[in-house]
DNA sequence: CTGTTAGCGCCTTCAT
DNA sequence: ATGAAGGCGCTAACAG
C-alpha cells in the first residue's frame, strides 16, 4: 500500500538546497544555476526519481489520465479504435483506462462514475447497445470532464462525436448486391436504440427504392447482438416462402454468426446465399467463404479522431465547440 | 483543464462544520451525529460531490489503478485476460491502465515507466516476444509497485507469475497426432526468448521420444510472431523433401497464416496436411476447416489469477510471497 | 460527537 | 539565482 518513490525533498537536502529549487531545476526554468540544475539533474538519475503525477494533480488539476468506455475489447473493431487512441493520447504524455461495459446501460453507467472518481481528464464512450439516454454523459460534462463519443454515438446528446457514413456504406453494400443481379435482400440489422441501426435501415431502403425494388418487411430483423438472437432471426429469414438471396449483415459477427446457421440448414454460402456486412475484420479472410463484401469504417483512426478532439477539449477547455466528424467507410470486395 | 467537482470543503461550509466532519461522516465513521451524517449525505447527493481519488491518494499512498502491460489487445488472448482482470480488480474498486508493448520491448519498459508515473498501484505484465531480461521490471519493484507476470513470463524472474502448463499441452498435441497415425511432424515454435517456446519444445520433443518418432531438426522452426516470418518458413516446411504430415502452431494465428500458405500451395488442409494449435480462439470454429485440435489456455482465469495475486500484494505489501500459479491446459478436439 | 492542526508531493507567487 | 510560505483535497492524530 505505499509506494516509495524518492521525492523531491529528498533531493533536495541530498544537495542541500531547497524542494523550490529542484522544482526549478526539474522543469529548466530559466532563473536557475546551472551548476545546480545539473547536480539536480544527476541526483534525480541516481536515485530514480520519478515525479508523483498525483500530487502534480492537485496543482495543474488534471491527471494525464484518460477513460475509454466500450462494448467489448474481444471485438477486434474496437480493440484496433482503441491502438489509435493510444497512439494519439500517449505522444501526449496521456495514459488510457479501459473498461468493458458488455453492452450493458448499468456497467456503462458505474463506469463512468468510477472513471470521474479516478479523476480522469476526459472520456471516450462508444455506448452500450442498451443505452438510450445520455444523462449519464452529462454528469462527466458537470465535473468539467469532457466526453467524446465514437461509432456507437447518440447524436443528439451534445458531445462531439466521430462516427462513420453507415448510410452511405449500407447504401453502397446494397448497390453492389443489386448489382450482381440479386434483389431479394435481406438486413439483419442491430438493436433499434443504435442510431447506426436507423442508418443502415436508411442506406438499405434508399438503395432499394433507387432500383425500384419494393421493400418487404420480412426482410427487416431487429437483433440484440447476442448469437442466440442472431440464429433465431436467420433461421426466420430461412423460413420465409420467398427465400432472401442476400443478406447485409449489421457487422462481421453478426454474418458469421449467421453463415454458420445457413450452411447447417445446407445453403451454400455466397452461392445459395450471399452476405455483405460493416467492419471488414481481418480474420475474415482466413475464411474459405467470407462475406463477398464488407464495409470497411477504419476504427483505428475513428480512435485517432475521436483522441485529438479529446486531447483538443482538455486542453484548451474554453474553446471547445461541438464537433461531429464523419470518417468515410469504403466498400471491400473480396 | 479543470476538473470543477464539488469538494469537502463547500459541503462543509454549505453546513456550517468543518471539513473533518464531513470526511467522517462520508465515511461512516462511528462517531459522529446521525444527523449531521445525514445532512451530510443528502448534500452529497445533490451537489453531485466525488470524492477526488487522487487527493485521497497523497494520504493513503495508493490511486486504485493498476496497469496492464501486454503486447496486443487485439488478439482475443489477451483481451479475454483483460476481462479476467478487469472483473477481478473492478470488485475492489481498482480501474484497469492498459498499454500495449506491440513486442516491442522499448515501448514495454516505456510503458513501464509511465505507469509508475501515473501512480498505478500494481502492474500486471505479459512481456514482449523481443523481451529478454527483466531489469525493466526491477524498477517498478524498486518503487514499491508489485509486479505480476502471466501468459508470457520470464521465469526467472523475482515477481509472480501465472501461466499455464504447455509444456503438457503441446505433449498432448503431438500425442494426440500421433494416435491418428501422424508421424512427420513439425513444430512452428515462437521465438527463442520467450519461456513458452522452449516449453513447447520440450512437451514436442518428450512426445516424439516417448513414441519412438526420431526428432528431425528440420521440422522445427522458430518465428518472430510477424505474418511474413510465418510465410517465410511454411514454405521452407513444404519444400523440404520429407513433407511433414502435421504441424504444431505457436497459437491459433500463426496457424492460420501458414494453413493459408498450405492452401495457396494446393495442400488441403486436415487432409494432406494437419494442423495443431494453442489458444483455442472462437472464430477458429467459423472456419471450415480450422485446426483439427486446439489448446485451451483459459486467459479469462489467467487474467482472473494473475489480478488475485497483484490485489493481495497490494493489500498486503507484507506478506507478498513469489509465487508460480500454472493453469491446467486442456486439448480441445474439432 | 466535533473541531484544530499538520501533512501527503508538488508548484507558484512573493520575497530576498 | 534561490528560499519561504501557502495551498491543491483529503485524512488522521490529538484535543476538546
Redesign the pocket.
Known amino acids: 500500500m505505499a509506494h516509495n ?1 524518492p ?3 529528498e533531493i ?1 537536502k541530498r544537495l ?12 529548466n ?5 546551472l ?3 545539473e547536480q539536480v539533474h544527476e541526483l534525480v538519475q541516481e536515485m530514480g ?4 503525477s ?3 494533480y ?4 488534471c491527471t494525464f489520465n484518460i477513460g475509454v468506455v466500450l462494448p467489448f475489447l474481444t471485438e477486434q473493431f474496437f480493440s484496433l479504435a482503441i491502438s489509435g487512441i493510444e497512439d494519439t493520447t500517449t505522444k501526449q504524455g496521456y495514459s488510457v483506462l479501459v473498461v468493458q461495459s458488455r453492452n450493458n446501460f448499468e456497467r456503462e453507467k458505474a463506469a463512468i462514475t468510477s472513471l470521474i472518481k479516478h479523476g480522469v481528464d476526459g472520456i471516450i464512450v462508444s455506448v452500450a447497445s442498451e443505452t438510450q439516454t445520455y444523462l449519464h454523459l452529462d454528469e462527466a460534462q458537470k465535473h468539467g470532464v469532457p466526453v467524446v463519443l465514437f461509432d456507437r454515438v447518440i447524436k443528439r446528446a451534445p458531445n462531439s462525436c466521430v462516427y462513420s457514413d453507415i448510410v452511405v456504406g449500407a447504401y453502397e453494400a446494397i448497390a453492389f448486391l443489386i448489382s450482381r443481379g440479386l434483389r431479394r435482400i435481406a438486413l439483419l440489422n442491430g438493436p433499434n436504440t443504435l442510431q447506426a441501426t436507423e442508418e443502415r435501415l436508411r442506406g438499405y431502403v434508399k438503395a432499394l427504392q433507387e432500383y425500384e425494388i419494393p421493400v418487404n418487411i420480412h426482410y427487416i430483423k431487429s437483433l440484440n447482438l447476442t448469437k442466440e438472437d442472431t440464429i433465431r432471426k436467420t433461421n426466420e429469414l430461412l423460413n420465409l416462402s420467398e427465400l432472401p438471396q442476400a443478406i447485409l449483415a449489421f457487422h462481421d459477427y453478426i454474418a458469421l454468426d449467421s453463415m454458420q446457421v445457413c450452411k447447417e440448414r445446407g445453403f451454400r454460402i455466397n452461392k445459395d446465399i450471399f452476405f455483405v456486412s460493416f467492419s471488414n475484420l481481418s480474420f475474415c479472410s482466413y475464411l474459405d467463404n467470407p462475406p463477398i463484401a464488407s464495409i470497411e469504417q477504419f476504427p483505428y483512426e475513428m480512435g485517432e479522431k475521436a483522441a485529438q478532439i479529446l486531447m483538443n477539449d482538455i486542453t484548451n477547455p474554453g474553446s471547445s465547440i461541438r464537433q461531429e466528424v464523419v470518417i468515410k467507410s469504403k466498400l471491400i470486395q473480396r
Open positions: 518513490t521525492t523531491m525533498k533536495a542541500g538546497v531547497s524542494v523550490t529549487t529542484v522544482s526549478r531545476a526539474l522543469q526554468h530559466p532563473r536557475i544555476g551548476r545546480t540544475r526519481y520519478v515525479p508523483n498525483t500530487a502534480i492537485l496543482k495543474k488539476r
